[in-house]
């Protein structure tokens, strides 16, 4: 098991682009979770999937934001006509209801930056 | 809805000492997890403690205790004999219900003097 990995680590973009990020959970791993930190700031909650299913999503994630988790392993994020504003870093974590009760494992992150 | 709180931006400490970092939050919920998570520079945030609010008795780990006062709804995280390796922004953070998502405060960040 080799933890739950991001892709890119780092974007750079320009604004109006739309831009794409894949996580990869631990294996088995039911939830899958994103978040959005800003420099200075504690990571703030965008959506979660149980298995395929989007389960919540934040009023943070205006209509530019989309996530999917097709076959219920990876997810992918993607920021449509992206601005100034969207530069952070996005973290994805991943839980089991039945293995390490109540700990979500968090990925490095993509950070992103909007010119 | 869940606020957690972390007014002190910065600490410090040296090393071998004992340094304790403050956590408030504020709840409607009878049912909710606390969590103290360590992010270090440029690396994955780790879960270093974890607390059931239905639980009276602290948590430990090792190093790493927590001071739960469930009335006054603080969260405080203790960590004795600090090393070099403990420098990073500690985050606090809660949820409601078993892997649901977290609400965290702002973090403090945590330098260790040799």
């Known amino acids: 098991d080799t933890g739950v990995s991001q892709d890119p680590r780092h974007k750079i973009t320009k604004r109006g682009q739309n831009v794409t990020f894949r996580c990869d959970p631990i294996s088995e791993h039911n939830r899958l979770y994103w978040y959005r930190q800003t420099l200075g700031q504690g990571p703030e909650f965008l959506t979660y999937f149980q298995n395929e299913a989007q389960l919540e999503k934040s009023r943070l994630l205006s209509d530019r934001f989309s996530a999917e988790r097709p076959k219920g392993s990876f997810s992918t994020l993607e920021i449509q006509r992206t601005e100034q504003g969207d530069s952070a870093m996005y973290l994805c974590?991943?839980?089991?209801?039945?293995?390490?009760?109540?700990?979500?494992?968090f990925g490095p992150g993509t950070r992103l930056t909007v010119l | 809805a869940q606020t957690v709180t972390q007014s002190q931006p910065e600490m410090s400490v040296q090393e071998a000492e004992t340094v304790t970092l403050s956590c408030t939050y504020d709840?409607?919920?009878?049912?909710?997890?606390l969590f103290w998570y360590k992010q270090p520079p440029s690396r994955q945030m780790i879960l270093v403690i974890r607390q059931e609010a239905y639980k009276q008795q602290n948590a430990t780990e090792n190093r790493f205790s927590v001071n739960f006062q469930k009335a006054a709804k603080s969260f405080s995280l203790k960590i004795s004999d600090s090393q070099l390796g403990d420098a990073a922004m500690y985050f606090c953070a809660s949820n409601t219900g078993a892997n649901s998502k977290l609400t965290f405060g702002k973090g403090i960040t945590l330098s260790v003097r040799p």
């Open positions: 974590a991943s839980s089991s209801n039945t293995l390490s009760y109540n700990e979500q494992f």
């Open positions: 709840t409607s919920e009878s049912d909710y997890y």
